[in-house]
């Protein structure tokens, strides 16, 4: 992706923020929540990271289970409005794009990291780096929940860059990335009544904390 493909994709968010976030922010995503949340480890204090958040719908539904978030998006338009909509003192919220994590004092800070939708905007060649940026923000025995749309390629549509992912390309990126992980990786159908797109779900952890999960 070119500094233009990022601009364009950015713009796009920053434009379109309140009909996005208005389109997005009740999509019901409680099968996935669920399923993240069983993998988190048992401890007292949790705190999860939202790459990407977005309308804050999933950041709003993380706090209100009582755990601590903080919620990232690279478009100040879209975290303003999320802000402005869920007024919950669980959330801090964060106008950072995914190049800023490792700049962060956020090292060993997450139980869960949650990125729905979010690094499908990073370019293939760039993804190893960035998902180890957030491996280095887990805790030894954190989880990582990231989605993209299942296909073969990188692509624009509309005004968005999409890189697209499957079982080749996601083995492909996981040979680069430096800490060793345990992962599970399945298909899901778009929530939204009107998109046909599959989606490429992973949930992931480091090696020696296996994977529970059941998918239904």
Not at 120 to 147: A, K
Not at 200 to 207: A, C, D, H, L, Q
């Amino acid at each position: 992706m070119t500094k233009q493909s990022f601009k364009n994709t950015l713009s796009f968010y920053d434009e379109n923020a309140v009909e996005f976030a208005c389109q997005t922010v009740s999509i019901d995503m409680h099968d996935l929540s669920e399923l993240f949340i069983n993998q988190l480890p048992q401890r007292d204090t949790q705190c999860i990271l939202d790459v990407g958040c977005g309308s804050g719908r999933d950041a709003n539904y993380f706090a209100k289970q009582g755990y601590e978030v903080t919620a990232i998006d690279a478009s100040a338009e879209l975290i303003q409005w999320a802000e402005r909509h869920h007024m919950s003192s669980k959330i801090d919220w964060h106008h950072l794009d995914f190049s800023g994590i490792e700049k962060q004092a956020w090292e060993n800070k997450f139980t869960g990291i949650w990125a729905c939708a979010s690094l499908l905007h990073v370019p293939f060649l760039e993804l190893p780096f960035i998902i180890n940026s957030l491996l280095d923000t887990f805790t030894d025995d954190g989880v990582m929940y990231v989605s993209f749309k299942y296909g073969k390629g990188e692509r624009v549509d509309g005004e968005r860059f999409f890189c697209d992912m499957d079982e080749l390309r996601w083995k492909t990126i996981v040979a680069k990335i430096p800490h060793v992980i345990e992962y599970h990786i399945w298909l899901s159908a778009d929530k939204r009544a009107d998109c046909k797109d599959a989606w490429f779900n992973v949930m992931i952890k480091r090696e020696n904390n296996p994977i529970r999960i059941s998918v239904k």
